[in-house]
């Protein structure tokens, strides 16, 4: 909750900066297998990327959210995007549904093959709905400010994975402990 300074963590609890980043590693580790989202009926959910860097290169940030709830059901980092990255976060937010819902989505062509391999309905929209997609990466890239939207990673064999246990954490910590403004509530409570 104090944000991502390492050093602002480390006065609070009296201790250096790089025994806070280890912290930080063990905790991604933990929550990195914990569910996102419990299995729900979903209407609509919204489907985007953003890019980020990771030292300094593009990477890809895919999120997969609930409109009606807020919430995020999946999340995926990856080097590219593609149809493959696509199916791959669409799957997994279908784990999190009892139903089949509708997905929306912008204008990418990437996302045609995807849907149809899928068998699933893709709208395409631009704005409308999608803007709660979009004010969800506005949250996201304010906590990465600090670092000015970069990874710094050196290793780029761990780069996309340390990505993908950030997301992930950071969209459980949405989920779970912080109150939505519009909704009241975490999103995760929403039934």
């Known amino acids: 909750m104090e944000g991502l300074s390492l050093r602002a963590i480390g006065r ?23 569910k996102l989202a419990s299995k729900k009926e ?11 860097k990771r030292d ?12 009606e709830r807020r919430e995020v059901v ?21 784990k999190s549904c009892r139903n089949t819902p509708i997905v929306i989505t912008d204008h990418a062509p990437w996302y045609k093959y995807a849907f149809q391999s899928l068998g699933l309905c893709n709208i395409q929209r631009t704005f409308s709905f999608r803007n709660y ?9 304010q906590r ?16 996309i994975e ?5 997301l992930h954490l950071f969209a459980y910590w949405y989920n779970r402990m912080r109150p939505h403004e519009t909704l009241r509530c975490v999103p995760g409570d929403v039934k």
């Open 56 to 67: 300094g290169r593009m990477a890809y940030v895919t999120i997969c959210l609930d409109l």
């Open 162 to 166: 340390r990505i993908g246990r950030f």
């Open 133 to 141: 997609i979009e004010r969800w990466y506005r949250t996201l890239k």
């Open 12 to 34: 609070r609890f009296h201790v250096c900066k790089e025994t806070v980043r280890k912290w930080i590693l063990k905790f991604e580790e933990a929550f990195a297998r914990k």
């Open 42 to 52: 979903r209407d609509v959910i919204l489907l985007d990327e953003t890019k980020v």
């Open 74 to 94: 999946s999340s995926l980092a990856s080097r590219s995007i593609s149809s493959l990255s696509t199916i791959n976060v669409v799957r997994e937010a279908l």
């Open 144 to 159: 990465t400010r600090r670092f000015y939207n970069n990874f710094p990673i050196k290793d780029p064999s761990q780069a």
